[in-house]
């Protein structure tokens, strides 16, 4: 009867009024999932559209400065460029034999929305995106890009106006549309079957990686390290891995401005999470005494999410993987000397595990072989980068741009 | 399952309306929007117009199930510091000064987890709370909650069940079995606060609902006028009333809430003596 708990979290804790549909959901997935048929479709799209299989880069340069062999997946060259390519393609895949034409999902800073909206131009289906109205105000960018391929964003104004707001309210939305939506949900949280289904899309990253992994070095990695905000990238690659024990897996939480500071997300790290059920699942969640939820920061906005997978913390809860928490700080050093070592600009999110891997390399044994998960890019983030980085010259050319626009519209 | 006090007292309340269709009005209110001095107001103004029940939501930040006027009124009663603790109080001294009035609790599944579900429906049954409405704790999940409200609640505390018309005949059927007090159902595909259309859908859906449960249904979502009322009579036995009020009182306040409970009431006495 209770399906889709993982240890004691997950199940799905939904209204009464989605019961029916999560059930043809489910069904429609395991019928796919069982049906070799469909994988293999998934496979030819996702090498003919996103570039895959995905390169596992070997870090020269750094691997040097570490004395440590260092391997870096590279999800940043997806479509899109994230691993959120992965997990909407299949669940476009999915709409087309369920008969769906519109589909709906929430953002928070855009990379998800973008990346839905991306496959919903590909497969003629019309696409509504749920974005807080905070994130509409900071994430111009990416609001642009969904609109012009074709989606209708939608800012949200209830609640705190983030990512959390953008899922009730497309939840809202499903309730009252369900015959011809989908919810492409954007991570491996919310009712079941969502964080079983989209960490199976993603596992594609861990698929890709052991194989590359074996052929490069003719072993398994010692660890790998990959960033936890709902946890789908984390979920990707873990999955080449979980089966054995002796590979060192770590998910890598937002630090935000310190864990004393109460200014994070770290929501297994910080051991202040308490287990509780919102937006449909059992997880552990930043609450207070009531239940309420609190607040996070972060300054990777992907990451600044107040609950997490119900299949990490189940891996958590028993001991399989290991979480840590990077501070903004930290990430942005991390972020700077990726960059300036191997020429690649990874997204903020992203940098929480390369800034782990560094802090970590230093007391790894020297025969340690490492893989991190570079689950974005970051030159898309410009805007956001360049603010974080605080650069003067990215200041000037804005205050300058702005100016010509008021002339302009004068 | 025998009726529980609750099925029993609305059944006396709808006999004592002189009509083949009488119904009764169950209204919801949000606690600590905007305060609970506020709400302390428009629940007298309801029960002094008419209202047979009243369903007291404890906020939560993810009101997943609500429409954006009711998901609002959570978040800004939560930024003016509402605590649970108070909001129980508060529900406890409402109990006792209505005492005519069933009083139920509609909140989410985390509220109770946070305080313990066991102790949180003790203290619910300890308040005089006749009933729960946990819109994200399904059925399948719910034994252990039903559980504690039969121990604690000794017959007088009702896990509320939900019906929709999305859910097939079997999924109803399972429900029904586990009503007790009465069945809300949810009257169209989608959330509160939107117009409702009562048409012959409405109908074919309530008749599915009567087929497996004999517990009174209320019929929730939409009810905004007098006709709205009316269009429910021999369907359903009560008609919930959420949004329209919140709309009232954010244009009125606490007397404009009166006076719409006393024209949707005063419909009904009309009818009744027709």
Not at chain 2, 85 to 107: C, D, K, N, S, Y
Not at chain 2, 233 to 261: C, K, L, N, P, S
Request: some cysteine; glycine content about 10%; aromatic content about 8%.
């Amino acid at each position: 009867m209770q399906t889709g708990y993982f240890g004691e979290f997950g199940g799905a804790f939904i209204p009464e009024i989605l019961h029916e549909t999560f059930r043809r959901l489910t069904e429609a997935y395991e019928t796919a999932r069982a049906d070799p048929a469909f994988w293999n479709e998934y496979l030819r799209l996702m090498e003919n559209y996103s570039g895959r299989p995905t390169p596992l880069t070997f870090a020269e340069n750094l691997s040097r400065r570490f004395d440590r062999r260092i391997y870096i997946k590279r999800e940043d060259l997806n479509q899109t460029g994230a691993h959120k390519a992965n997990n909407v393609m299949g669940q476009g895949l999915l709409m087309r034999r369920m008969g769906k034409t519109r589909a709906i999902a929430e953002t928070g800073a855009g990379q998800h929305g973008m990346a839905c909206a991306t496959m919903a131009a590909r497969m003629g289906f019309e696409c509504t995106i749920y974005m807080g109205a905070e994130d509409v105000e900071r994430q111009r960018s990416n609001v642009f890009w969904m609109e012009r391929l074709g989606a209708t964003v939608v800012p949200v104004t209830s609640g705190s106006r983030t990512l959390k707001d953008a899922v009730n309210e497309a939840m809202r939305d499903w309730v009252g549309s369900m015959d011809n939506t989908h919810y492409v949900l954007g991570t491996a949280c919310g009712a079941h079957p969502f964080p079983a289904m989209v960490s199976w899309f993603q596992s594609i990253i861990g698929h890709e990686a052991r194989q590359q992994i074996l052929a490069a070095e003719g072993r398994l990695p010692t660890h790998v390290y990959a960033c936890v905000g709902g946890g789908s990238n984390a979920m990707g690659i873990f999955q080449g891995f979980l089966d054995d024990p002796r590979v060192h897996l770590v998910g890598v939480e937002a630090g935000g401005k310190g864990l004393a500071s109460g200014r994070h997300a770290a929501r297994l790290a910080s051991g202040t999470g308490v287990v509780g059920v919102a937006q449909g699942y059992k997880t552990f969640f930043l609450q207070n005494d009531d239940g309420q939820m609190l607040d996070t920061h972060s300054v990777a906005a992907g990451l600044d999410y107040v609950g997490v997978s119900p299949i990490l913390a189940h891996l958590h809860a028993s001991g399989r993987i290991r979480c840590e928490a990077a501070s903004d700080r930290e990430v942005l050093d991390a972020l700077q000397l990726l960059m300036r070592q191997e020429g690649l600009i990874p997204a903020l999110e992203s940098s929480h595990a390369v800034a782990q891997a560094f802090k970590e390399l230093p007391t790894l044994p020297p025969e340690a072989v490492v893989i991190i998960n570079l689950s974005g890019r970051g030159d898309k983030d410009i805007f956001t980068i360049a603010d974080a980085l605080e650069d003067p010259g990215w200041r000037r050319y804005i205050r300058k741009k702005a100016a010509e626009y008021s002339v302009s519209e004068a | 399952m025998s009726p529980t006090s609750l099925e029993i007292h609305i059944r006396a309340r709808l006999a004592e309306q002189a009509t083949d269709h009488p119904i009764l009005l169950m209204s919801h209110l949000v606690l600590g929007h905007p305060s609970l001095e506020e709400n302390r107001r428009v629940i007298a103004a309801m029960a002094d117009n008419g209202v047979d029940l009243m369903e007291l939501q404890i906020p939560f930040s993810e009101p997943i199930a609500d429409g954006p006027v009711i998901a609002q009124a959570n978040q800004s009663a939560l930024d003016h510091g509402f605590r649970v603790e108070e909001g129980l109080a508060f529900i406890g001294e409402t109990v006792r000064r209505h005492p005519q009035i069933p009083f139920l609790i509609m909140t989410y599944f985390n509220i109770l987890l946070a305080r313990g579900v066991e102790r949180f429906i003790r203290t619910a049954a300890e308040l005089g709370v006749r009933g729960l409405i946990i819109p994200d704790l399904p059925p399948q999940e719910a034994a252990a909650a039903m559980a504690a409200c039969r121990e604690f609640g000794k017959g007088n505390l009702d896990w509320i069940q939900l019906l929709t018309p999305t859910s097939t005949d079997e999924r109803l059927g399972y429900i029904g079995e586990r009503a007790a007090g009465f069945c809300y159902c949810v009257a169209r595909k989608g959330v509160t606060g939107k117009r409702t259309d009562f048409d012959a859908s409405l109908r074919h859906f309530i008749t599915r609902c009567r087929a497996v449960t004999s517990t009174p249904l209320a019929v929730g979502f939409g009810v905004k006028r007098p006709e709205d009322v009316d269009a429910l009579r021999g369907v359903a036995d009560i008609a919930v009333v959420g949004t329209a009020a919140m709309e009232h009182h954010a244009a009125g306040g606490a007397a404009a809430v009166g006076t719409f409970f006393g024209e949707l009431s005063r419909g009904r006495r009309t009818a009744a003596t027709v």
